[in-house]
T-cell receptor, first 109, second 112 residues
């Protein structure tokens, strides 16, 4: 079974402050981890996937297999970062994408 | 065209109605998906099609019937739904079943 946990339903951060959205997972095989974002009135879109190791919109995430975590970080929050963020997992070679419950991030001006 | 489109945007139906949701992509993707998203919940996978063949059915009730008539089109036929089936239905596509998924805007379904 594969499971994704996002412990914070809501997170408020001041503009310019660092942001960290937590994600922990449970999967017995090799996982592939993703962060998806949904801005207000927009469709769900991919923000990051761990295998690409890219930084998108200033966000980074590192897969920590020892702690089974894939936390999303940004050093300086911007107002346009306010959105719903979902962490998701797929087993390598597997077709099923499992989403966490999501964290609603609000950036306070 | 680099987007997944879904029609209709909104649908209201009675429990005895038959209706269909439509999803289309012209990105040459060979995998397509249906997800159900209840309010304030994450998307939950319903069906996966790979090369126009059903590869995953997540134990979805038979009142939901998917169809993939060609590589660009995915339908979800609805019959005898229950009020608890009211939700946002999302379609997604990806180049293959292990590729990045691109989501449509969803169809908001209300069952009365």
């Amino acid at each position: 079974a594969q499971r994704v946990t996002q412990p914070e339903k809501l997170l408020s951060v001041f503009k310019g402050a660092p942001v960290e959205l937590k994600c922990n997972y449970s999967y017995s095989g090799s996982p592939e981890l993703f962060w998806y974002v949904q801005y207000s009135r927009q469709r769900l879109q991919l923000l990051l996937r761990h295998i690409s190791r890219e930084s998108i919109k200033g966000f980074t995430a590192d897969l920590n297999k020892g702690e089974t975590s894939f936390h999303l970080k940004k050093p300086f929050a911007q107002e346009e970062d306010s959105a719903m963020y979902y962490c998701a997992l797929r087993g390598f070679g597997n077709e099923k994408l499992t989403f966490g419950t999501g964290t609603r991030l609000t950036i306070i001006p | 065209d680099t987007e997944v489109t879904q029609t209709p945007k909104h649908l209201v139906m009675g429990m005895t109605n038959k209706k269909s949701l439509k999803c289309e992509q012209h990105m040459g993707h060979r995998a397509m998906y249906w997800y159900k998203q209840k309010a304030k919940k994450p998307p939950e996978l319903m069906f996966v099609y790979s090369y126009e063949k059903l590869s995953i059915n997540e134990s979805v009730p038979s009142r939901f019937s998917p169809e993939c008539p060609n590589s660009s089109l995915l339908n979800l036929h609805l019959h005898a739904l229950q009020p608890e089936d009211s939700a946002l239905y999302l379609c997604a596509s990806s180049p293959s079943v292990i590729g990045e998924q691109f989501f449509g805007p969803g169809t908001r379904l209300t069952v009365l």
